[in-house]
């Protein structure tokens, strides 16, 4: 029972270790994990509405640099960034077209001196953020009323079923006091 306990135990510390040294290393290739760039671009919103406006900003063109900007994914196409208020950091804005798909479309910024690349992703969505969509129109149940929409049968049907319940209220008093029908 033991050996076959120190056996497992060996086994497992081996497969463990084996793991460990065999784990592939996934790093980030200039500092951000974006597809082809370094990703320290930031995109303001993330999430637009087709027509909406799209600010972005980076610090890797470093104090006082500028970029040019490419929204052409989204069709958006090309845009500068100038320095901002921010420390060292540069900023654009662009405007997402009216005609552009829901989906999530790269943005990318090359800078002047240098010519780093960096991406940002900008998510285009058919509502706002915190819109709240208004359901309109009729349900169709397949229940429906005899008469229709229309105001003036309804209110006819209204008025005879009043008839009828005044008629038949008269007649069963009637019969109760015992006068008959």
Same mark, same amino acid.
């Given at each position: 029972?033991?050996?076959?306990?120190r056996?497992?135990? #060996?086994? =497992?510390?081996?497969v463990? *270790? &084996?793991?460990?040294?065999?784990a592939? +290393?996934? @790093? !980030?290739?200039?500092?951000? %994990?974006?597809?082809?760039?370094?990703?320290?671009?930031?995109?303001?919103?993330?999430?637009?509405?087709?027509? #909406?406006? =799209?600010?972005?900003?980076? *610090? &890797?063109?470093?104090?006082?640099?500028? +970029?040019? @900007? !490419?929204?052409?994914?989204? %069709?958006?196409?090309?845009?500068?960034?100038a320095?901002?208020?921010?420390?060292?950091?540069?900023?654009?804005?662009?405007?997402?077209?009216?005609?552009?798909?829901?989906?999530?479309?790269?943005?990318? +910024?090359?800078?002047?001196?240098?010519?780093?690349?960096?991406?940002?992703?900008?998510?285009?969505?058919?509502?706002?953020?915190?819109?709240q969509?208004?359901?309109?129109?009729?349900?169709?149940?397949?229940v429906?009323?005899?008469?229709?929409?229309?105001?003036?049968?309804?209110?006819?049907?209204?008025?005879?079923?009043?008839?009828?319940?005044?008629?038949?209220?008269?007649?069963?008093?009637?019969?109760?006091?015992?006068?008959?029908?």
């Open positions: 029972m033991r050996r076959t306990a056996l497992l135990t #060996g086994t =497992a510390l081996a463990a *270790a &084996a793991g460990l040294v065999a592939p +290393a996934y @790093g !980030d290739e200039g500092g951000g %994990g974006g597809r082809g760039g370094s990703g320290d671009l930031k995109v303001y919103p993330s999430s637009v509405v087709p027509g #909406g406006r =799209a600010t972005v900003n980076t *610090a &890797a063109c470093g104090d006082g640099g500028t +970029a040019a @900007g !490419d929204a052409s994914a989204v %069709g958006a196409g090309a845009f500068t960034l320095p901002s208020a921010h420390d060292g950091e540069a900023i654009g804005e662009f405007r997402v077209p009216p005609s552009a798909q829901p989906g999530t479309y790269e943005i990318a +910024a090359t800078c002047a001196e240098g010519g780093r690349r960096v991406t940002g992703d900008l998510v285009v969505t058919l509502t706002s953020p915190g819109a969509v208004h359901p309109r129109g009729s349900v169709k149940t397949g429906g009323g005899a008469l229709g929409p229309d105001p003036v049968r309804t209110a006819a049907g209204v008025a005879a079923l009043a008839v009828a319940a005044a008629g038949g209220t008269w007649l069963l008093h009637r019969r109760a006091r015992g006068d008959g029908i």
